[in-house]
Structure formats: C-alpha cells, structure tokens
C-alpha cells in the first residue's frame, strides 16, 4: 500500500553551505532563497576559512515542499555545496521526545537497597500477598499505555508501527505536560485483532489504564469492547470517544449561540467510521433523537442489511424518518453538519439547504469537508478540526483530563455518564461572557480544562459505581507517606 501524506504547518529549516568566497556573495543566496518564497531568520558562520565559508541559515518555511524548492533554489548558484539541510521538526525528533527519569537519586548503598535488593523484596512480597496494593506501590497508580498497530495514523493510513511512534510518543507528552500522567508508547507489530487483545491484557498488569490509539475501523471496535469486559482498568479507543467527548462539548455551546435546543436539532454526521459512530453514540445519549448517518454510498437506512455490525447497529438506531439518498438529498432542513470524512464533500448548496443559523463542524484533517472561507458566509457556527481557524475540535481537551480522573479515583471503566460528564465539563470553561460564534470550545492551553475534567470524571464515576477508591483516601502525599510507614513497619 502507497501511503500519501498529506502535512502542512510552518516549520523552519537550517540549511548548511560551503560558500566559495571569490564566486558568490550572500547577498546571491540570500535572493535566490527570497525568490523562491523562504524567509531568512538567521545566519551563522560555522567554520571560515580564507577561500570559503561554511554558514548554517536557518529560512522559515511553509511545509516540506517548499523547503525542497528552496535548497533547489540555492544548489543552482555557482559557487554553493550544500552540506546539510535539517528541519526544526526532524530535530526535535531526534532519539524520541520522551525519557524516563527517576523520582529520586540513588546516592549510596542504603539507598541502592531500598530501590532494589535486598528492601524490594518487603513491597513485592506486600503486594504478592494483596495485588490490590500495586495501586499504591508501584508505577500503576498513574501509569497508561498508549497502544497502536500503526493501521490508521492521523491523516497518514496505514503505516506500520514503527512510523506510528512519532504520534504516540507525542501523546505520552501531552499526557505528561497537561495532566501529569506517564504514559507509554507502545506499538505493536501485529494487526491481528486476537493478538492485540491478548498482548493488551498480558501488559495490563503494568498499567492503570490504556489508550487505544490510530487502530483502524471495524478491527477497532471489537478490540476495544473485549478489552473492556476482560480487564479490570478503564479502557478507551481515544479516537472515537476522545473526539466524541470534545464534539459534544462544542455543540452544547454551539446551540446555545444559535439558540436551539440540542435534543430537537436534525443532525447529519457524514463518515460512518469509528469517529462517526462514537459521535453518534454520544448525540444519542445526549438526548438528540434525529441523527441522519451518510457515508459513500449514501445514507443508512433502518431496515436495510448491512455486512458490517456496527453499521447494522447504526441503522437500527439512526435515522427515525427512513430518509434516504446522497449527502445532497438528506441535508435538506438540517440544523446541524458533522464531517468526520474527507476533503470537500459538503458544497455551498448543501449548506444553503441547512435550516436557518445552521452549525457545521466540518472535522476532517488536514482538509476540511469545505473550507471555512466558502462556508462562512452562510453558515452561523463553525468548527474545523484544524489549528489555524477557530473552533478547533482536538481531542487533547478530552483525554489528559480523563485519564487524570479515573486514575485518581481507580476507575475500572469509562462510563458514558463519564464521558457526558467530560464534554459538559469541557464547554463550562467558556463562560456566557466569552461566548461567541469564533469561541465555542476552549483553547487545548486553557489550564482549567483539565482540572475541570478530572473532577467532572470522578464525580460520574462514584455515581456510575465503577470507583474504586473511597473519597477519604484523596488525601495529599504526606498522609499517604505516613500511613505507609504505619503499614510497614
């Protein structure tokens, strides 16, 4: 399989020159660059020499093709050896993102034996004697496992899990910097759906929860639902529900700006994958009772077989008028566009057919089911899935926060009252006074989201009945230090 990626995003990039002094001046290069689009940013002299001169300039960019054209540009000037190009982000990938570190130095032998042998062996022993105590004395209590097969990487297909452990190790990082959770990067050379199941549950030992993350659509459903049932730690395809979470949270606010009631509101989610389904999951149980599904072949219809089960659980459970036909035909009088597909499948005309203040989250990455200029002039509310326009629908919003939660109160699962919890949670960090058609969803910066999350989490999990920690027991480190040491002394 041929994989196309599609990236875009400003970076910057150090090209290295040998310079022949006597056949070409910087002011040369420096117009070649500007002629060829690039921005010159820096310049340093790296080794001078009386003939030449080896100079590392660092141009600003718009993406990697431009970056190619440039040095194509400067390569062309008599006189230049280009010695190396490197690019910011390549660079900040070097030996991975992430490192582990310990909590404490090992200084001396006393200290060398509490960490290891011989003192180890009381807390391996304490905890043989009752697993329940890994919670406490060992990495678990705030430890998840960001696992993938490397099948459906953000926009890039299926790539393997060697090129999937750039996205997972950026995971890990948003994990630890917005929640203080370590998580893993653990990818697997496998796709077979048995298999993952069972080397998930072989690891679970280690870890308080798992990410499921980029496992494509249908492997991914069961994966997640046997892993569910089959281990006692909170499980979550990050992918369906992260993005769930964070859409609801920003129609909740949506319809408040277009004054709607969101249960009474037609909605057509267009891309019938694992995305879309856990999207309409969520609308469902937010009390929406008109949701239309479209994929390629057009809408589903109640009634009708489909090969795929959870298509035959959409269509049971969507779509309550039987309506039926392309994009097109079914949008007439919606209120409300989701697009969890492709690029440019949602026209000017379909929007004009939506009901008045019409709401489109218009999802797909990096382009968008119409772009944002088209669309704004007739739509009153709207969302992308991208960074560089407002509204953006990130997941990072939901997961840190969530994760931070059922860790906290030792969750055995993720509810759906947890989750509905989480996207009310979300949309309460833009206040009545802050709210507006450009700002319905907070920044994934806002320092309050992932508090907001967290507590909004435990709350719903003590009333879903799945923590597993008493309240008393959220007490700050000194105490828990001191009842360790009543317990082991």
């Not at 117009?31 to 690039?38: E, K, L, P, R, S």
């Not at 190619?68 to 660079?91: E, M, N, P, Y």
């Not at 077979?192 to 072989?202: D, H, L, M, N, Y």
Request: aromatic residues 4%; contains cysteine.
């Amino acid at each position: 399989m041929t994989v196309k990626a599609n990236v875009s995003g400003g970076t910057s990039i150090i090209i290295r020159l040998e310079i022949a002094k006597d056949v070409v001046t910087f002011g040369q290069i420096a117009t070649a660059i500007g002629d060829a689009g690039g921005d010159v940013i820096a310049i340093d002299v790296a080794k001078s020499g009386k003939a030449t001169t080896i100079r590392d300039i660092t141009v600003h960019v718009s993406d990697h093709k431009h970056s190619d054209s440039i040095v194509s540009a400067v390569k062309k000037l008599a006189g230049i050896k280009v010695l190396h190009v490197s690019d910011q982000t390549f660079l900040i990938h070097l030996g991975g993102k992430i490192e582990m570190v310990p909590k404490m130095p090992i200084k001396n032998r006393e200290d060398l034996s509490r960490v290891y042998t011989p003192g180890v062996a009381r807390v391996c022993m304490a905890i043989h004697e009752d697993p329940r105590k890994a919670h406490s004395l060992t990495i678990k209590r705030n430890t998840v496992a960001v696992v993938s097969d490397g099948s459906a990487v953000l926009g890039l297909g299926n790539i393997g899990p060697e090129a999937a452990m750039p996205v997972m190790e950026g995971k890990a990082m948003l994990f630890k910097q917005l929640a203080g959770v370590d998580a893993f990067p653990i990818c697997l050379n496998t796709q077979s759906t048995e298999e993952i199941i069972q080397i998930v549950k072989a690891l679970a030992p280690t870890f308080g929860g798992i990410n499921l993350e980029d496992i494509s659509s249908p492997r991914c459903f069961e994966i997640e639902n046997r892993l569910i049932e089959e281990l006692d730690i909170p499980v979550f395809h990050d992918d369906q529900h992260g993005t769930a979470v964070v859409l609801l949270a920003g129609l909740l606010n949506a319809v408040k700006v277009v004054k709607k009631e969101l249960g009474r509101c037609k909605v057509v989610v267009c891309g019938i994958g694992a995305a879309g389904i856990a999207c309409t999951k969520m609308l469902l149980a937010a009390g929406v009772t008109n949701v239309i599904g479209v994929d390629r072949q057009g809408a589903i219809v109640r009634g009708q077989n489909y090969d795929n089960p959870a298509w035959q659980w959409f269509a049971e459970h969507t779509n309550p008028e039987g309506r039926s036909g392309a994009l097109s035909e079914v949008i007439s009088g919606a209120d409300i566009f989701i697009g969890l597909s492709g690029p440019k499948v949602l026209s000017v005309g379909d929007v004009q057919n939506m009901a008045s203040d019409p709401i489109v989250f218009a999802m797909a990455n990096p382009t968008p089911e119409i772009p944002p200029e088209e669309a704004e002039p007739y739509v009153r509310v709207m969302a992308t899935g991208r960074s560089d326009y407002p509204n953006q629908i990130n997941n990072v919003l939901c997961f840190p926060g969530l994760f931070r939660g059922v860790l906290d109160c030792r969750a055995s699962r993720i509810t759906e009252e947890m989750k509905l919890a989480a996207a009310s949670a979300i949309a309460s960090v833009v206040t009545e006074e802050e709210l507006n058609e450009s700002y319905i969803i907070p920044s994934v910066f806002n320092q309050h989201v992932v508090e907001k999350v967290r507590e909004a989490v435990i709350a719903a999990a003590y009333q879903s009945g799945v923590a597993r920690r008493s309240l008393s027991q959220e007490t700050t480190n000194e105490a828990a230090e001191a009842r360790l040491q009543e317990e082991f002394a």
